[in-house]
């Protein structure tokens, strides 16, 4: 995949699945909500750092986290910034854990291979009690970790949908 897809693709997601706090500094996302989402609690550095020196950017990083209670955490994928960032974290003791993957296909071709069964389709541009209840019961989420889990959603920038 091209790196400026990838890009893009993150830069959506972050955009959709927001944190409580975000703070800016430069390029890069100091993201932070609590709970267990590790999207919504980690860096997002995929625009160049605004320290030119990379240690004291993540000096910069660790010290936002601390003052939360947090463990600083890198939301890593081939566009991060800088180039050097995986291999520096390593050397600072950090590991890769939670790994995902990103496919993309287009909607004509994902529709074709799809026997769904006929099925009404609703789609809201508000979150509903109904859909989250839903979303919930199919997710398996721990009860404590609905209202942060109901935050996340209504950060949702528009435009958005729930079907």
Not at 6 to 11: D, K, M, P, S, T
Not at 98 to 114: E, G, Y
């Amino acid at each position: 995949m091209v790196i400026d897809t990838v890009r893009l693709i993150e830069e959506l997601a972050a955009n959709a699945w927001r944190p409580e706090t975000e703070q800016h500094v430069g390029g890069w996302r100091f993201r932070y909500t609590g709970g267990e989402s590790r999207r919504v609690n980690s860096v997002w550095p995929n625009r160049p750092p605004a320290a030119p020196d990379l240690g004291e950017m993540l000096a910069q990083v660790e010290t936002f986290y601390t003052r939360r209670g947090a463990i600083p955490r890198y939301q890593m994928c081939p566009a991060a910034q800088p180039e050097n960032l995986a291999q520096a974290l390593e050397d600072r003791g950090f590991t890769f854990s939670a790994h995902t993957d990103v496919k993309t296909t287009d909607l004509d071709s994902l529709l074709a291979i799809t026997k769904a069964p006929e099925l009404e389709i609703v789609a809201t541009p508000v979150l509903t009690e109904d859909w989250f209840a839903a979303y919930t019961t199919a997710s398996g989420y721990k009860t404590e970790r609905l209202p942060i889990r109901w935050g996340i959603l209504t950060r949702v920038g528009p435009p958005a949908h729930f079907v």
